[in-house]
Structures are given as C-alpha cells and as structure tokens.
C-alpha cells in the first residue's frame, strides 16, 4: 500500500483548525504528522484509502465496498478508545475522519502527543538500555499486553519503533494498534498476508491456518524480541542480508545465544525471563501477564 501524498500545508485544509508543527515521519502505510488542535499539541495519523464508489443501484450485481485500510483506521480508533492503561496510546482531540485531497481518499485520526523519542531510535543512538529501564520496559509493555488481552485483542506489531519513552517520567507506551487482531470482530486480513512485522513474528504468526487461535503469548514472544534487542542491541534471530526466508526459518528452527554472551551483566533472573518469553511453543512462555509482571519485580538491578 502506498504512502500519502500529504504535505504539513495541507493539514489545515483536511482538518480546519489544525496546524502542522513540523515535518511527518513515515510508519509503515501512514504518515505521522506532530499538530496542534486548538492549542492541544497531538499526533495525526494519515492514510490512503480506496475511493468510495459512486452510488450504485440496488440491482446492479456488485459487492459491497469494503476498504481495508478504512476498516482498520476504525478497529485501531475502537481499541484505544476501550484500553484505559498508561502504557498504550491515547486517543487526540480529532476523531476518525475521511477526507480527500486531489485525487486521494484519505482517513485520519489523531493520538495523544508524546514528548519522547521510540525505543529503536534510542538503541541506535544511545545503545542498549540499562538493566532498570530493561525491567521497566518488560513490565510497562507486558501491562499493555494484559489490557488488550482483557478485551480480547492481541497487538501482533510489537517492535522497538512501535515503543515510546516519555521524557521526563522513563515510561514506555506501547503505540499503534494498526495490525491488531480483535477475536471479537471479523477478519480484515487478505488471505495469504499476515499482519506484522516479519521480523518480530512469533512462530505462531506464520500459520495461516490458525490466526484466529492467537493470544496474548504471540505478544509476549514480541516482548521477548524487544527485550533482547534492548538488552543487547543484536536481534535474536535476524543478522543484516538475511533474505525473509531466512529470518524465518531462523526464528522458527534455531535458538538464540543467551543474552549474557553479549552483555555478562545482566542478571540470571532477567536472562531466564528474555529467554522463556522466547519459546517456539506458546505454553512454554507465561501463563499470564501477572505472573510475567512478577518475575521482572523480582529482578534485582
């Protein structure tokens, strides 16, 4: 799906009253615009949608108009409306709104305004985190997982570039609700994709067959990606020009090296976490987040 042709000038005339305050950052098939609305600083999402049809008769044999990027903008805005957890994302002033510039058809929204900067930006530049905010990431994203799980939901993106680090407060917010699965509502995948990230799939992901059987531990398998990753900056299965196969057949097939082999100081209790939340069968990780949450307490860093 492609990009949005959108510029921060035009962001007043899709949403009068909004001004654009600096430049977008591109996620995925959406551009992120930073805005403010009626002095209330927020995020704007923006995407390019199917064009509506024209109207059609009633006996004109077509089938009705489905737009997946549209259905999903409407799952993502349903699912952060219903969590009320201070690790994932909120919802901004401006609600779900079609709209079209030139040619396009486009759906936007807006989220809440974090003043930080997302977990792989602060790998790449800081290096990997400290054993504290290691600890805090595992339970501040597991707390976001436990939420969506009480609604049925399951993330099925938990990636770095998905995490954000309030400045000021440390804590981690889990952000993009794009891909997620909602056990309670209908499938919008087309068949043969899978939603996600490839690279921070659980095995469970790559059955087709059984998506509809996901819960909570595929994201935990995710978490477990993140932390190793934030633990040690190498990515516990995929090495730079692996083709997708590879990475695959890595995650599915081979066991990573422990997280002390690159980094001798982190504790065996935390080692013990990463590697459990790392286990090619879902049972093998935790039985639920509570019990996740106790371990990572009991970590002494």
């Known amino acids: 799906m492609a990009l949005p042709i959108v510029t921060e000038s035009d962001i007043g005339t899709l949403v009068p009253g909004v001004t654009a305050v600096g430049h977008p ?41 489905f737009d997946e990027v549209a259905e999903r903008a409407r799952r993502e805005v349903a699912i952060i409306g219903q969590c009320d957890c201070p690790s994932l994302i909120k919802l901004g002033p401006i609600g779900l709104t079609r709209a079209s510039l030139g040619a396009q058809s486009l759906v936007l929204f807006s989220e809440e305004w974090i003043d930080g900067r997302d977990l792989g930006r602060i790998i790449h530049e800081d290096g990997a985190l400290s054993l504290g ?38 804590d981690f917010v889990l952000l993009d609700m794009g891909f997620a699965l909602d056990l309670a509502d209908q499938s919008l995948t087309s068949y043969g994709f899978i939603p996600g990230t490839q690279r921070y799939f659980s095995p469970e992901q790559t059955d087709l067959v059984r998506k509809r059987l996901l819960d909570f531990r595929s994201d935990l398998f995710q978490l477990g990606i993140v932390l190793y990753e934030a633990a040690t900056r190498q990515h516990p299965f995929w090495r730079p020009g692996m083709t997708t196969l590879e990475a695959t057949q890595a995650m599915l097939g081979s066991n990573p090296l422990s997280p002390k082999h690159y980094r001798p100081e982190i504790p065996a209790a935390l080692e013990q976490i990463i590697v459990r939340l790392l286990a090619k069968k879902p049972h093998l990780r935790y039985r639920n987040c509570d019990v996740l949450c106790q371990a990572l307490s009991s970590v002494n860093v």
Do not use: Y
């Not at 999402?45 to 064009?51: E, H, Q, R």
């Not at 990431?137 to 998905?162: C, E, F, M, Y």
């Open 25 to 65: 950052q591109k996620g995925g098939q959406k551009l992120v615009f930073p805005c403010t609305a009626s002095g209330v600083r927020c995020a704007i999402k923006v995407m390019l949608a199917s064009p509506e049809p024209k109207d059609q008769g009633p006996n004109d044999g077509s089938e009705a108009f």
């Open 133 to 170: 905010e290691l600890v805090r990431l595992g339970k501040d994203v597991t707390n976001a997982i436990a939420a969506l799980w009480s609604l049925q939901k399951v993330h099925r993106d938990i990636k770095p570039n998905n995490i954000m680090r309030r400045n000021g407060t440390g």
